[in-house]
Nanobody, 121 residues
Framework: QVSLVESGGGLVQAGGSLRLSCAGS????????MGWFRQVPGKEREFVSR??????YYSESVKGRFTISRDNAKNTVYLEMNSLKPEDTAVYYC????????????????WGQGTQVTVSS
């Protein structure tokens, strides 16, 4: 069992940067595949990035601008977001996966409560 708490969201101007943090408790995040997702009201949750044991993966919409990383000593996963655009505005969620698949998709067993990111134009 793991609990996840996101932080670091806020209001930023277009072109600015934010770093989101996802702090884990109850279990070491180093044993999980960690992911970041985002959701806008009225739209489906969107994959942003995940950190596999083999390396990071990014959606095309954030590739080159966002960087996912983890600090095992702090049991925290980060999402560094640069060159932010208004279309990046969303609630951002981190999630942890044991590496199992359901319906051909990676299953995430644990989710944080989300942190709001708002990018003004």
């Amino acid at each position: 069992q793991v609990s996840l708490v996101e932080s670091g969201g806020g209001l930023v101007q277009a072109g600015g940067s934010l770093r989101l943090s996802c702090a884990g408790s109850g279990s070491s995040l180093s044993t999980y595949i960690m992911g970041w997702f985002r959701q806008v009201p009225g739209k489906e949750r969107e994959f942003v990035s995940r950190l596999m044991f083999t390396g990071p993966y990014y959606s095309e919409s954030v590739k080159g601008r966002f960087t996912i990383s983890r600090d095992n000593a702090k049991n925290t996963v980060y999402l560094e977001m640069n060159s932010l655009k208004p279309e990046d505005t969303a609630v951002y969620y981190c999630a942890a996966s044991r590496g199992t698949y359901s319906g051909g998709r990676l299953k995430y067993e644990y989710w944080g409560q989300g942190t709001q990111v708002t990018v003004s134009s």
